[in-house]
């Protein structure tokens, strides 16, 4: 799965890439647009050898972000978001329901080639550049909605830089106002010293929100 959305993701960039370079007699004279956007994170980690989910947990996304056009039909759009990512366990012991959520923080920096299949809907590819800014994890007694443990930031064991690929759509009601949506797929693995012959654990993130354009 990992491997056809990288090579979807790949062939995107490309053929933006190509029409960009083929096109530049044609770039569009469209001002550079900035906006702000958020949205609701679904984040879990995979394993490198089931590639199964480990568990969803609900987060959220927000920040900035510039439009740029580039040739006809194409955009660059590079942005700086505070992303929640990590992942959730729950399991009912004795009639008592736990949860155990591990909290992964991120400044990131998706940086997407955005085709406009019609004026106001667009497909987009790209990478994603992450910086792990926190790490915490937490259990919780969810039927009496009492915090068991919370450890305290646990980021310097673990990898802080983040690389994936995203794709995703996006349409707009309004010259100012869209809605996004975007899956990404980490590429690196959360571990620093991961022990020999052990399954890579890697992020993983379903996006949807509002943009605006200023």
Do not use: C, W
Request: zero cysteines.
């Amino acid at each position: 799965m990992k491997k056809l959305i990288l090579g979807i993701a790949l062939t995107a960039g490309s053929l933006a890439f190509a029409q960009t370079t083929t096109s530049s007699n044609m770039a569009s004279t469209s001002p550079v647009r900035f906006g702000i956007k958020a949205g609701m994170n679904v984040s879990s980690v995979t394993d490198e050898a089931g590639l199964d989910d480990q568990g969803s947990k609900i987060g959220f996304n927000a920040g900035v972000f510039a439009n740029i056009p580039v040739a006809t039909s194409f955009n660059i759009q590079p942005e700086v978001l505070y992303s929640q990512y990590g992942d959730k366990y729950d399991q009912t012991i004795a009639g008592t329901r736990y949860s155990s959520a591990r909290h992964l923080d991120y400044i990131t920096v998706p940086v997407m080639f955005q085709y406009n299949v019609i004026p106001n809907l667009y497909l987009e590819a790209g990478p994603e550049f992450g910086f792990m800014v926190n790490a915490k994890n937490k259990l919780k007694n969810e039927t009496d909605n009492n915090t068991i443990n919370e450890s305290g930031d646990y980021k310097d064991s673990l990898n802080k830089f983040n690389f994936g690929i995203g794709i995703g759509a996006g349409y707009y009601f309004t010259d100012n106002i869209g809605i996004t949506a975007r899956y990404v797929a980490g590429l690196t693995d959360i571990a620093k010293d991961r022990p020999s012959n052990s399954d890579a654990i890697r992020n993983n993130v379903f996006q949807v929100g509002l943009a605006y354009k200023f």
